[in-house]
């Protein structure tokens, strides 16, 4: 069973500040590798996509990938009430298989 | 617009009465997805679709059925709903796998 862990939560930061939120996951062979945000009876968002090892940029988001250690993290920079969401990590493994995603983690961003 | 439609987008039945979510998108995807998400579960796949009459299980496949006739749709047919398959129901397409997914509206099945 390829599994995707995710804190749930809640994760309260204080508007400006930077909230950083993980993900691991266990299979070795994943490849592609997804932030969704989910607002409260909506359907889920991409945010960002990170395919290799590293830093990926996009406005005040940032993903890293870490293969080795098997995790991927996002980071939300200068955090806005409007980021108050649950944000779900999606890995998926031998193109388009399954799709497994994490149970997320909720964010409040506190005015 | 682009987009992936769901209908209904609420719902409520009654066990053993046999129903129907359909799910079309507009963007000539290759792949499609149904997931139900349950409080503290997660979003979890239930069937996956390939291309048209390719389709394939996912984590939680038991007690639904798909079909993929035609490129845009896939319906979602629980033959004997039960009161456990009471959840918030998510279609999905794609371009392939290592693209980002595009979710419908969800529907909310209840089942009495």
């Known amino acids: 069973q390829k599994e995707v862990e995710q804190n749930s939560g809640p994760l309260s930061v204080p508007e400006g500040a930077i909230a950083s939120l993980n993900c691991t996951y266990s299979d070795r062979g994943s490849q592609s590798f997804f932030w969704y945000r989910q607002y409260s009876g909506k359907s889920p968002e991409l945010i960002m996509s990170?395919?290799?090892?590293g830093d990926k940029e996009d406005g005040r988001f940032t993903a890293q990938l870490n293969k080795a250690s098997q995790y991927v993290s996002l980071l939300i920079r200068d955090s806005q009430p409007s980021d108050s969401a649950t944000y779900l990590c999606a890995v998926t493994s031998g193109g388009y298989q399954k799709v497994t995603f994490g149970i997320g983690t909720k964010l409040q961003v506190i005015p | 617009e682009a987009q992936v439609t769901q209908n209904p987008r609420y719902l409520i039945t009654v066990t053993g009465k046999k129903l129907t979510v359909t799910c079309s998108q507009n963007m000539n995807h290759e792949y499609m997805s149904w997931y139900r998400q349950d409080p503290g579960l997660g979003l979890r796949q239930i069937y996956y679709s390939m291309n048209v009459e390719v389709t394939d299980k996912g984590d939680v496949p038991e007690g639904y059925k798909v079909s993929r006739k035609e490129k845009r749709n896939f319906p979602l047919i629980l033959e004997s709903p039960s009161p456990n398959q009471t959840s918030l129901y998510f279609c999905a397409s794609t371009w392939d796998g290592n693209n980002e997914q595009f979710f419908g509206p969800g529907t909310r099945l209840t089942v009495l």
């Open positions: 990170i395919y290799s090892n």
